[in-house]
C-alpha cells in the first residue's frame, strides 16, 4: 500500500523523471523484504491462533479441522494465502524485476515495457485485494461467518 499510494504518487513529479525508474527499483527492494516478512509473520501467527484454539497438525489430516463454519473459513484463507503468496512471488521475482529492467535500460517507455508496467500494476492490485479479503476472513474465523 505504501508503495501505490505514497512511492508511485511522489515518483510521478515531472522533477523526479530522470531518477523515477532506478528510485522505484531501491524502494520496491526495501518495501519487498516488509512483504515477505509480514507474510512470514502472518503464517506464524495463524498457525499459533490455530493451536490456541485446541487444534494439532494431526486434526489436519484426520480432517477434523475442516470441520463447520470455522474449518470452511480456515480451508478459504489458508488457500487465499497461498495464491496470495504465488502471486506476490510473481510480482516481486518476476515481473517487477522486469519492469525494472526495461525501464532502466530504456529510459523511456516502451510498448514491451508498457506491457509488463500493466503487468506489475494488476499483480499488486489483486494482491491488495486479496489481502483485503484475508483481513476479512480472519475477521469471520473469530467472529463467524456473516453469510
Known sequence: MALAFVVI?????PELQPVRAKA?????LRLRVVGWV???????????NVAARGF????????????GA????????LSTFVVLVLLNAAHDFWVGPKVTALALRS?????????????ALWLGRLV?????????????LVRGRPF
Open 128 to 140: 491488495f485485494l486479496l489481502s483485503l479479503w484475508m483481513v476479512a476472513l480472519g475477521i469471520m
Open 70 to 77: 470455522f474449518g470452511r473459513t480456515l480451508a478459504e484463507k
Open 38 to 48: 509480514s507474510l512470514a509473520v502472518l503464517l506464524v501467527t495463524g498457525l499459533y
Open 24 to 28: 522505484l527499483h531501491l524502494m520496491g
Open 107 to 119: 529510459g523511456n517507455p516502451s510498448a514491451e515495457g508498457e506491457k509488463w508496467r500493466k503487468a
Open 9 to 13: 504518487p511522489a515518483l510521478r513529479d
Open 56 to 67: 494439532g497438525l494431526s486434526d489436519a489430516f484426520t480432517g477434523v479441522l475442516w470441520k
